[in-house]
């Protein structure tokens, strides 16, 4: 570390203000004064950022200087403006000021106390003190107040009796100060601990909910944030509340206040915590300029690097950094466990053990106390570890919340964790945890999430199985998840238990009524626990997971049968997503092979299940009736396939009595117009649709042949699946669903999914299911009114399509958002489809991105039949479906070769630049 740069001695420097007889003017003061912030600021920063100086120790030497500053600018006042010798003013730092940190950007809340109602000659020191502030550029908080008003106000206002505890006396009549040091102490002795406490954790509790119930948020609040400095400091005031203390260190040893409610380790994490919390808001507020407390994705990679996180293994800078950063909030919320309900107790004495406890629970060591489970007095874990698991079945079983004080245990017993791994009866009774019990049966207030959280939060579950352990904390770069991996898999589990107690039958109707069915129940919640176990370790975390589950099942004492299926299910527990929204599902080998994968019904239920809870437990807005809709479909169709169905003579059949039900819903069309219309489509168009949407295509078709119309939009909310379906009927020409697309892009619509039909008579039929941003369909008129312009607009040639869509992704890509690298990749696959050759491809996603590659394809001279839409947070994974002009799949490497560099070339297009000559060329074609 460098040598410590010498400090700016701002008394002195400032001391010129208040040699001469007479104070100078407020301009030439301001000048000499802003010279000066100026030299403090410039100084933190670089002690902070070349000297080696950590979070706090800036923040304290920040507030110690800015102290200097303005004690010199309250004597150049006083100077300025003499006081009356009875107008007694002490002037005081509060907030996190008081406590002598100071962030580069935050707010400098002072107090201004006086003994009595403040005079007009005090009012206008004090305005002038404030102006001077302000000019200066700071932010300022602040209150004038005698020392009546701030007991009053202190009793009414938890917040100001919080600030007022922090206070300290900067200059002025500092016995003044402490005549409020006194009374405030008094008053808050006389009032007890017992209401202050009560109302900081109700203000914790609304905080979190404001900013994430879990510390594992992927774009976490520093400040706010649970586990984040906020929570430390609620700690501090809680434990200076009751004790007077003014470090944690202070509640360390025998002798101490409490009688030693921290141990020494305890202590040091919270020292740990705070250095690496401030040091980590420091960076925040350089990076950006301003007084940010938010770590968001543009941010991490910036503020883990300053801090020295590089690339290690196959895990990048950025995702070391976030992990410890989880890591060490995690120590934070544990410590709150143990030190909090320690405090309580202090102030409020121990908990009455209620006399209603029967036998058989203190047998089992256990007592109750405020209605809530603890550990019956003298009840040691270490002689017992197994009992870590058994109170939390006893809780669940005789629906009790657990004791703080009975946290406070768990979190200390984590070690047994790892005694108890190859105990046959703790196997047994993890499993009774993780499935519930059979009594519970289906109980909602009897879910395992809530106490895998528990084992998760105190440390246990990750000593008891060493592969969760490496998930804890681990987050990925990315916008889709937003969950750490371990906090995602509760999560998971939370989501089976709701789909068991069926509260989730109208959103996930076939996955509620599946489950009942199940037989490898166990099976499904171990798999459930064990699908991401591998991720961060690099390669594939299906394979590797499903490896590892070999290991794990028979260790929880699973048969072979069920370790076996536990393995299969996380192997493939993105099968079907993978397929329901990135696979054309009417391509009859795209269920075969599903069908060649899955082999049994139990398999496919299972799956359906997992996977829902799956993509449920990624974030609350992934989820949709759109993606409902494909799952429920593909279930349907793989399920026919496993009951001996799907042979080519079925297929016929089923096209067969599509045609019947259409042909009756047309009951009232002449038959020779309803043949006509029964002939135009081939057998991929009559196999993927439902009977009433090829109602309402026929319904369009007619009225457009009737009208003679060159083009028809038509447009149909589903409020069920989430989407608007959007229908365009017009001549088949070279570049049109990229047209439509760009249309649609320009309208502010995301096209989940879409599909090309070109008619027996050479018409297209093209329809897209679009949603708006937040994930609904399009459903207000005048929405779809200037989408349908939009369209007609683009395929007459009157829209510029890609000056409009460089306009539009400048105006929604955040710059957030451009911090995650999404590396473009084109994929072509020629087996998965036997009539057509399939071309995924992966990049960011922004508007337009569908436009520019279906623009590249066309210009390959490529026919496109179906495309598949699907976005993981910033990430496009985009499937096509496409033929050459002769109907054949593309199987020329040559031409390959060419395909893939178009494709790129468009992935690749920065976002204020023109498109590659191949896409203009495909979007202005006639």
Known sequence: MPAARKKPDIAAALAELLTPPEAPGRDEALALFRRQLGRVQGHVQQSFEQDGLNGLLAARLHAGLMDELIGALFAYTLKALPLAPQDRLAMAATGGYGRATLAPFSDIDLLFLSQEQPSPALEKAVEFILYFLWDLGLKVGHATRSIADCLTEAKGDVTIRTSLLDARCLCGDRALFAEFQTAFREDCAADGPGEYITAKQAERAARHRRFGETPFMVEPNVKEGRGGLRDLQTLYWLARYVFNTFAMTELVGKDAPGGGILT????????????????????????????????????QPVVGGRMGYTRH??????????????????????????????????????????????????????????????????????TDPSSVFRILICARDRKLELHPLARRTLIRSAPLGQELRGDKKAAAMFMNLLCGSQEAGHDPDCDSATWMAILNESSILGRYLPDWRRIVGQMQFDTYHVYTVDVHTVQCIRNLNTIEAGTLKEIAPVASDLIGQIQSRRALYVAMMMHDIAKGRGGDHSVLGAELALHVGPALGLSAEETEMVSWLVLHHLLLSQTAFSRDIDDPKTILD???????????????????????????????????????????????VLEGGLSTTERDMRIARVKEVVAELLADWPAEEREEFLSLGYPSYWLGF???????????????????????????????????????????????????????AIAGASIVDARIHTLTDGMALDTFWIQDANGGPFDTPHRLARLAALVEQALSGRLRLAEEIRKATRSVVQARMRAIHVPPRVVVDNRASNRHTVIEVNGRDRPGLLHDVTAAISAQGLQIASAHVTTYGVRAVDVFYVKDVFGMKVENERKLHQLRQALLEALNLALDEPPPPSARSAATAA
């Open 313 to 382: 293994g196959r895990q990048n800078g950025v995702e070391r950094f976030m992990r410890h950063y989880f890591l060490i909030v995690r120590e934070v919320a544990r410590v709150t466990a143990v030190l909090e309900p320690a405090l309580v107790r202090a102030a409020l004495g121990p908990p009455a053990i209620a006399a209603e406890t029967d036998a058989a629970l203190i047998e089992q060591g256990f007592v109750l106390a405020d209605g809530k489970i603890l550990f019956a007095p003298g009840h040691d874990p270490a």
């Open 264 to 299: 020494a380790a305890e202590a040091r994490a919270c020292k740990r915590a705070w250095e690496y919390l401030w040091t980590v808001r420091f960076h925040l507020h350089y990076v950006a300029g301003r007084a940010e407390e938010r770590l968001t994705f543009d941010l």
């Open 594 to 640: 599903l069908a060649d994968t899955i082999q049994s019904p139990e398999r496919l239920r299972l799956l359906l299940v997992l996977t829902v809870a799956d993509i449920r437990a990624v974030s609350p807005k992934v989820w949709n009736g759109w993606k409902a809709t494909l799952l429920r479909e593909l279930y349907a169709r793989v399920a026919e």
């Open 690 to 744: 439902d009977p009433e949407s090829i109602e309402r295509h026929g319904r369009m078709i007619r009225d457009a042949k009737t009208r003679h119309a060159p083009l028809t939009v038509f447009t149909e909310p589903l409020p069920a699946r989430a989407v608007t379906e959007v229908v365009v009927y017009t001549a088949d020409h070279a570049g049109l669903f990229s047209r439509i697309a760009g249309a649609l």
